[in-house]
């Protein structure tokens, strides 16, 4: 199976930055695609970014659009999420996740993914 490790939560004022980081390993053959996805308190899991091995240009969600950032490092195995401009609402925990390619576009829901990270908790305060 494929693993995936999430990394670089914590605690930030509004306006502020953080950098999360997933790390995959395993059968990688089955994860074409990284995403992100968070979960607030009382809500449910939602799409934020994903991105393709294969693919230079990230989708987003339109709530972290021209905020956050995501990259990946091939060599590393790593994909990260920066996320800047950060607001009391991002607050969530943040779960990476692996997909398979079954179509042409980015899966953004959370049955589309196969394989989850357990998770880091992110805080915005105000």
């Known amino acids: 199976q494929v693993q995936l490790v999430e990394s670089g939560g914590g605690l930030v004022q509004a306006g502020g930055s953080l950098k999360l980081s997933c790390t995959v390993s395993g059968r990688t053959l089955r994860s074409d695609y990284v995403g992100w996805f968070r979960q607030a308190p009382g809500k449910e899991r939602e799409f934020v970014a994903a991105?393709?091995?294969?693919?230079?240009?990230?989708d987003y969600s339109d709530s972290v659009k021209g905020r956050f950032t995501l990259t990946r490092d091939n060599y590393k195995s790593t994909v990260s999420l920066q996320m800047n401009s950060l607001k009391p609402e991002d607050t969530a925990v943040y779960y990476c996740?692996?997909?398979?390619?079954?179509?042409?576009?980015?899966?953004?829901?959370?049955?589309?993914?196969?394989?989850w990270g357990q998770g880091t908790q992110v805080t915005v305060s105000s």
């Open positions: 996740a692996s997909a398979r390619a079954t179509g042409w576009e980015t899966p953004t829901r959370t049955d589309e993914y196969e394989f």
């Open positions: 991105i393709k091995w294969s693919s230079f240009s990230p």
